[in-house]
């Protein structure tokens, strides 16, 4: 064949092929509307530090922050960039409802399997043969005519057994001279047959389970649907729980980030004072204005513009979030305003830029909390997500063993079955008067009830040796010690990160009081070194480094405050109370008024229901129901008066409600502050400082209270 080409037709082919070649490797784009939401275009270009005009603060809570957050995020964001490397991973407020509708399974497809099943079918044929026998059809040809109309409806219950009602009409014609009606005859069946497995496949606790037609080692019964869809609500809320301490972890980052700015503000217009000072002694040619003076003031001074301008842009840089050194995340305190507030634009689901900047109004917390130990593990071991959720994986495990068992008995069905039967020239007749030898209507002759059958008995078979049952138990049991294994490490592990978290907040708490401590000798160093070089022109590098070191102090003093107000929070993460402690609840939505119309209507059609007599056994216990959280009791009653501590500083602000075990102390009065101690802690608070970019008047101190 290849000898019947010429090599015009091969060249001609080689180009094609490539054509092709190229068509099916060429990228292509599906016809999918770009964007989808026409509101991402018309977003503002990025503010930068050279475009500061006419910019407006919009003053933000914490639990404003996480109530815009869940308003407006159908889809969980984290702040790793997961959505875009792996959006099949990512959790969504539909999670729930898609493993609830799985058309293979869901609950509702475990319930399928019980549903009534109708069936009907018709069927017209001709047959004609000739036979080897005179007295058959018209001296041995023999031919038929044969309409047959079928009709079933089928239910299994839920303990397997399996009832069936059939109804057949039957309108034959054939050849035989001895037919009683030549023309034809109707023979019509009503018949009702009943399946029950008494070993196999058998009982209410295996339908539940397995379902019914299961095999060995596939189990889609209703309690393992269910369970699924237990499973799914478990993944959604520990979603929804990492989303929420986001949110938080990236609100503390831009408070941070406010307040390191306002730091480095300070610090650059003390430093520009100074170099001021020097630069006209240098001028005037004066003790103390010496020109390596002058160059390092200045060195000084463009050393906290740099900082300033980090403080206002910020570096690319990964902040605090989720698992991230620790699972609820571990502050990393950089810093940089619009980096942090775009980020918690980014969670909130607002647009990168806009008229407004964003600002936290909320203060850290200062006040000594403790947590009882016994409590919060006994909270941590019934709440934690991930315990629950392994949990339901055991129970599902459990129940598969139990299905897996069943698969060791034989097959051995009760099967019965009972006819009537009517036969006739007609179908329906309108004639009463009965024509002996028989009715002239089949229905006629079906109700008079003369023609009954019925059967009754049993089928058995097994396999010998059972080997695939005893394969599917085998595997059930380690499955369930696989998953009883991975949930005892999982307990240590949640008490291990309890601990761990226990012991932040008692460090944080600790290393606060170490820096207040740092920034009153920071400030009384610089202010006595300011006082020295004033009087006399001397110490000049030694202001410059107080300088720096005031500066780093009041950084690090803030750094603290959000470390401790973070511990806090890690504490009811790890024992799983972090959604109670931001106010957070969960609640199933509405469904359209048209659902709660339908729903009613059924109900009215509904008989009365009976209940299930359980004569043999009882129904197994799958769940515990649903249990109050001890946190949301907590804070719904009176909290107890906090105990005495005498080195507890007291607390600017309020704490989040939802933390039921947490002391809400009043906020002292300035009145009330001493000026010292005699622990030898600081009390003062130290010149304030604008925090604003916008040049206003509104005052934040940079160290509110000392405890």
């Known amino acids: 064949m290849s000898g019947c080409l010429s090599p015009k037709s091969a060249e001609k082919s080689e180009g094609d092929l490539a054509h092709y070649q190229h068509v099916v490797t060429q990228i292509e784009y599906p ?50 960039g997961t959505i875009l490397q792996a959006p099949e991973t990512v959790p969504t407020s539909y999670d729930i409802a898609v493993q609830e509708t799985d058309p293979q399974l869901g609950p509702e497809a475990a319930l399928s399997a019980f549903d009534a099943q109708f069936a009907t079918s018709f069927y017209a044929a001709k047959n004609q043969q000739i036979m080897n026998n005179q007295a058959i059809g018209n001296a041995g040809i023999w ?18 057994t399996q009832f069936t009602i059939q109804h057949i009409i039957n309108f034959a014609r054939d050849s035989n001279v001895g037919n009683v009606y030549p023309g034809g005859a109707f023979d019509t069946v009503i018949q009702g047959e009943m399946r029950h497995p008494l070993l196999q496949g058998g009982g209410l606790e295996f339908n539940r389970i397995a379902g019914p037609g299961a095999r060995p080692g596939v ?38 980030a406010y307040r390191d700015l306002d730091i480095r503000i300070k610090a650059r217009n003390d430093a520009l004072s100074l170099w001021q000072l020097i630069n006209a002694l240098h001028a ?16 000084q001074y463009f050393r906290f513009e740099e900082d300033v301008q980090n403080s206002l842009v910020g570096q690319l840089l990964e902040g605090t979030r989720t698992n991230d050194g620790s699972a609820p995340g571990t502050f990393r305190g950089l810093p940089g305003v619009q980096v942090a507030e775009r980020r918690l634009r980014l969670l909130m689901g607002l647009p990168a830029t806009d008229a407004e900047l964003l600002r936290p109004c909320d203060e850290p917390a200062m006040a000594k909390i403790s947590f009882n130990w016994a409590n919060i593990t006994c909270e941590a071991l019934t709440q934690r997500e991930e315990l629950r959720r392994q949990r339901w994986v055991v129970k ?30 007609e179908l329906i007749s309108s004639d009463p008067v009965i024509k002996p030898p028989f009715d002239t209507s089949s229905y006629s002759s079906l109700a008079d009830g003369q023609s009954q059958e019925w059967q009754v008995g049993l089928e058995f078979s097994m396999p010998l040796g059972f080997r695939q049952g005893h394969m599917a138990l085998h595997n059930a049991e380690l499955q369930l010690t696989h998953a009883r294994v991975v949930l005892r490490e999982q307990e240590r592990q949640v008490i291990h990160d309890l601990s761990e978290a226990v012991s932040e907040v008692d460090r944080a708490y600790t290393l606060l009081g170490t820096d207040i401590n740092r920034v009153r000798a920071a400030q ?26 005031y500066a780093d102090a009041l950084t690090r003093y803030y750094e603290s405050r959000v470390e401790y107000t973070l511990a806090i929070r890690n504490v009811h993460y790890q024992k799983g109370s972090l959604l109670a402690y931001c106010d957070v ?69 309020a704490q989040p409600a939802g933390g039921g075990d947490l002391p809400q102390p ?42």
């Not at 393992?224 to 929420?244: E, P």
């Not at 009653?637 to 080195?647: M, V």
């Open 585 to 653: 609840a969960l609640s199933e939505g509405g469904w359209p008024d048209k659902a709660y119309e339908d729903a009613l209507r059924r109900e009215r059609l509904r008989g009365k229901p009976k209940p299930l007599d359980y004569v043999i056994r009882k129904a197994m216990v799958v769940s515990t129901g649903s249990e109050p959280c001890a946190d949301a009791e907590a804070a719904a009653a009176p909290s107890p008066p906090p105990s005495a501590s005498p080195d507890a500083p007291a607390s600017p602000a």
């Open 143 to 160: 031919w038929q005519y044969n309409d047959v109309l079928q009709a079933e409806i089928s239910k299994r219950t839920a303990d397997g």
């Open 219 to 256: 189990s889609n019964g209703v309690l393992v649907a269910r369970i699924r869809t237990d499973v799914s609500i478990a993944d959604f809320q520990r979603g929804l729980r990492d989303f929420v301490s986001n949110v938080e972890n990236a609100y503390w980052d831009l408070y941070f």
């Open 31 to 80: 016809t999918v509307p770009v964007p989808c939401d026409e509101n991402v275009l018309r977003t503002p270009p990025p503010r930068t530090m050279r475009d500061l005009s006419n910019v407006q603060y919009r003053d933000l809570s914490l639990q404003d922050a996480i109530q815009i957050a869940l308003s407006k995020s159908r889809v969980l964001l984290d702040l790793g």
């Open 524 to 549: 009384d160093q610089l202010e006595a070194l300011r006082a020295v070089y004033k009087e006399k022109l001397e110490g000049f590098f030694e202001v410059l480094d107080a300088q720096r070191r």
């Open 666 to 707: 009043p906020r002292p009065s300035a009145a009330e502050i001493p000026a010292k101690t005699t622990a030898g802690l600081a009390v003062q608070q130290p010149p304030a400082a604008t925090a604003l970019l916008d040049g206003s008047d509104r005052r934040v101190p940079l160290v509110d209270q000392h405890p």
């Open 284 to 299: 005037a040619d004066k003790r103390g204005g010496e020109a390596e003076k002058e160059a390092q003031a200045r060195e």
């Open 396 to 425: 599902g495990r459990e129940l598969e063993c139990v299905a897996a068992k069943n698969f060791l008995r034989p097959n051995l069905d009760l099967v019965g079955r009972y006819d009537i039967r009517g036969f006739g020239k």
